[in-house]
């Protein structure tokens, strides 16, 4: 399996609030887990990462929780703000540095009302 | 310092016709990959390139090929265009060693064939 579920497709969040967005994956041979923030018009832009030999990591407003044993993986979005509203995709790597290749989940449309 | 660059912007082809779209990785990255996102959808890997070889291709076919040049840029070619050709076309860069890590995103190349 090289699928990356991920839910919701959208999220409406007031600002100040926390955004949570969750992935699932099948394959154990990932081990590089990115999300990405795509504004309209633009490419995706790395955000934040997170490897499974840590649970949880913290940039900024930004945080990954990782569950290795459940195969998910979630961004929390903190005091989120109206510019944070975006297309977020989380994102899985098989197979270490073998390889380049991304795998995206479906998107999640945020939007935070001011 | 330049970021990934892709060009054109946007543009119009007819169902069957060829199309190339060009890349030039950020400063100092040496591979090059090519995603295809639907719209609203994430992005899909179509192939990789490193030292001008093709190094790990999606799940596309033969329609789609590539090419990367010495200086690291990348050129992608669709053959036959179908109707469900119609994406953004991403490209991303990265240094081959740090594997999946680091992958910058250039802003696409909007392709719609009519």
């Known amino acids: 399996q090289q699928q990356v579920k991920q839910s919701p497709q959208s999220l409406i969040v007031q600002k100040g609030g926390i955004s949570i967005i969750n992935c699932a994956y099948e394959?154990?041979?990932?081990?590089?887990f990115p999300w990405y923030q795509q504004f309209p018009g633009k490419g995706p832009a790395l955000l934040i990462a997170?490897?499974?030999?840590?649970s949880e990591k913290k940039e900024g407003r930004f945080t990954i929780s990782f569950n290795k044993s459940a195969k998910q993986f979630s961004l929390h979005i903190m005091d989120s703000q109206p510019g944070d509203s975006a297309t977020y995709f989380c994102?899985?790597?098989?197979?270490?540095?073998?390889?380049?290749?991304?795998?995206f989940g479906t998107g999640t449309l945020l939007a935070v009302q001011p | 310092d330049a970021g990934v660059t892709q060009s054109p912007t946007h543009l119009i082809k007819t169902r069957g016709q060829q199309v190339t779209l060009r890349c030039s990785p950020k400063?100092?990255?040496?591979?090059v990959s090519w995603y295809q996102q639907a719209l609203g959808q994430g992005p899909q890997f179509i192939f990789q390139?490193?030292?001008?070889?093709?190094?790990q291709r999606g799940n596309f076919p033969d329609r789609f090929s590539g090419h990367q040049f010495p200086n690291y840029s990348s050129e992608l070619n669709v053959n036959a265009l179908l109707l469900g050709d119609s994406a953004l076309y991403l490209c991303?860069?990265?240094?081959?060693?740090?594997?999946?890590?680091?992958?910058?995103f250039g802003p696409g190349t909007r392709l719609t064939v009519t």
């Open positions: 994102a899985a790597s098989e197979d270490g540095g073998a390889t380049n290749k991304l795998i």
């Open positions: 394959n154990t041979a990932f081990d590089y």
């Open positions: 997170i490897r499974p030999d840590v």
């Open positions: 400063s100092g990255h040496d591979t």
């Open positions: 390139y490193y030292e001008e070889e093709e190094r």
């Open positions: 991303a860069s990265n240094r081959w060693t740090a594997g999946p890590y680091e992958q910058y």
